[in-house]
């Protein structure tokens, strides 16, 4: 179980796989992801088996890209990571996106 983003970037690699559980734009809220590419800078991640998804269509193919930002723009609690805009509170108003790895391919 992650529980602060330096195991947040050592888990995160191509292939991994996560779920978001809540988004900044509900559409995105549910969808299942899988990273493309990760670095020391952020991660990429595509809707799997959807080649033609807006998502994975971005960046070339490499899909949405996700900051790491600094350690207090995180929280991290029973295995859900949540990412708030830089330098801002931690309340619902100022949640960029949550999420849980579930590190497996998604069908």
Not at 35 to 61: C, R, W
Not at 70 to 83: K, L, R, T, V, Y
């Amino acid at each position: 179980m992650v529980k602060n983003l330096n195991q947040l970037k050592k888990t995160i690699k191509k292939g991994t796989c996560l779920e978001i559980l809540v988004h900044c734009r509900p559409e995105f809220t549910g969808q299942k992801r899988k990273v493309t590419m990760a670095n020391t800078q952020g991660f990429y991640s595509i809707v799997p088996n959807e080649p033609d998804h807006k998502v994975s269509l971005a960046n070339d193919g490499k899909g949405f890209v996700l900051w790491w930002c600094n350690a207090s723009d995180w929280e991290f609690h029973d295995g859900i990571c949540s990412i708030y805009c830089k330098g801002k509170e931690h309340t619902k108003e100022f949640l960029v996106m949550s999420f849980h790895i579930t590190g497996q391919e998604v069908a």
